[in-house]
């Protein structure tokens, strides 16, 4: 069965290139800014894929814009302003587009092949990858809405499980012992300092060939 990966960073292209698999969704090189979004997005998945996107400016309220101190990922390789679309309540930027309509052409496009096809899609999310500044309430609360999705999940966590977290089968929590000790210091794109994407796509390839393949 042919897979595919939804991921609320880049993270997921890390996986394309280590199973060699053609884009099949449409939701490549963009980034979810809002980690209780990304969770809910993903437990809500086909109901946000059946609307229609809407462009418009960034949220100036978001708990990004205010923790990021502006609205725009900030990174030199990434030219501002870039397409920000809407899926009913979830903001999506696409970091790596400059046109809205080009955009909006491949995302059709993948769209389809990831609806008429037999695919297999597995939703990542990593602790290193969280936007936000969360408490560890409000991170217990997003890794359950995550886990709520029907496709299969996997979640790289910094600190082990919450007791209160139920695991069905279709999810997969690596506890990721290296990451333990990291303080959560935030380069100033507001990524955390001790992420590496690399590194999150070859524990996912583990994983899947370990038991989602």
Not at 24 to 33: K, R, T, W
Not at 110 to 134: D, G, P, Q, V
Not at 144 to 172: P, W
């Amino acid at each position: 069965m042919e897979l595919t990966f939804i991921s609320n960073t880049c993270s997921g292209y890390e996986l394309f290139k280590l199973f060699n698999i053609q884009y099949n969704n449409p939701f490549i090189g963009s980034l979810f800014v809002n980690d209780v979004q990304y969770a809910k997005f993903c437990s809500k998945f086909d109901y946000y894929v059946s609307l229609k996107p809407v462009f418009k400016n960034p949220d100036t309220q978001s708990i990004w814009a205010k923790e990021n101190k502006g609205v725009w990922y900030k990174h030199n390789a990434i030219k501002t302003p870039y397409p920000v679309m809407y899926l009913d309540d979830i903001e999506i930027h696409w970091i790596h587009e400059t046109s809205a309509v080009n955009l909006l052409d491949k995302y059709n496009k993948r769209l389809e092949r990831l609806t008429k096809r037999n695919i297999k899609i597995i939703m990542i999310f990593s602790e290193s990858e969280f936007l936000n500044n969360n408490s560890f309430n409000n991170r217990t609360d997003i890794i359950t809405t995550f886990f709520n999705s029907r496709y299969n999940t996997i979640f790289l966590g910094k600190t082990k499980l919450c007791d209160k977290i139920q695991l069905k089968s279709n999810n997969i929590y690596k506890f990721i012992q290296k990451w333990k000790n990291q303080d959560n210091i935030r380069l100033s794109s507001h990524i955390l300092i001790f992420n590496n994407q690399p590194f999150i796509g070859k524990v996912c390839e583990e994983i899947i060939n370990d038991h989602l393949k």
